[in-house]
């Protein structure tokens, strides 16, 4: 007698999702978007389905890092996050979210989470789990103050790379790396560790049907509140201003937050250096320049 197939089969026996697959036990569907992992709807037995990401000879704690920090974002619950309902070491699947069209009222309220998550903190720079944003690994080590952790370990790795892969001019590599010797005068207000989701690019942005905005394919770590809210306006997010107004109303942003944008968008360019190449070392350069 064949078992049937629901989430609870699932969480109980993650490690036979690919003879499952494999022996069309479970119907797959492709979705758009995978640029680093491949994407699917999986629909079982009960007619209920869950999201899936995979990539092959992924590294062992690649999905885990990612399940550690979903987890860790949904614990203060004040934002909307997939469940993680099984992980393993080629696979992720998650709570399905279907998606729907932004709305104003769910903009306001992904500020309000927003400035809830950043409060909740965290407990150090960093995080206790390997961190990746895409298929580059992140150094999570713990730092005791954030310049340090974002010049040392968000920004100037990623130069080193896109520089070494001769993705960005090393005359581009020097702007930045001045602008990273200086982080320190620059007027980031000090403050405690948030809870950050760490790559809040509007495409990490899942407006659901049923409402609100859920956060997805985290790099989460304890960093500066201003870091996620400088990526939103990055790529552009819809509604993003009623957004941000949202979030000050929340909890205040510090002043002259505006001119720092920039500073926490090197972090994203940087990797983007690395990744891609094209333009955006030298647009890291220009963002750098405006703190020289």
Known sequence: MEVGLDWGYLRAHPHNLDRLIEHQRIRTTPLPGGDTC???RLTLDDGSSVFAKSLAGAEAAFFASEAAGLRWLGECGC???PEV?????????LSWVESGAPTAAAADELGRSLAAL???GADAFG?????????LPLDNSPASSWPDFYAGQRVLPF???AVDAGRMAAADAVTVEQAMARI???GVPAEPPARLHGDLWSGNVLWSAAGPAYLVDTAAHGGHRETDLAMLALFGLPYLDRTIAAYDEAVRLGPG???RVALHQLHPLAVHAAMFGGGYGARAAAAARRYL
């Open 38 to 40: 491949r994407a699917e």
């Open 79 to 81: 934002v909307s996050v």
């Open 118 to 120: 950043h409060a909740s």
């Open 127 to 135: 995080a206790p789990w390997p961190g990746w944003i895409g298929r």
């Open 159 to 161: 130069v080193r790379q």
């Open 184 to 186: 320190g005068s620059v």
């Open 257 to 259: 937050w505006r001119e």
């Open 85 to 93: 309902v099984a992980v393993t070491e080629s696979m992720l699947l």
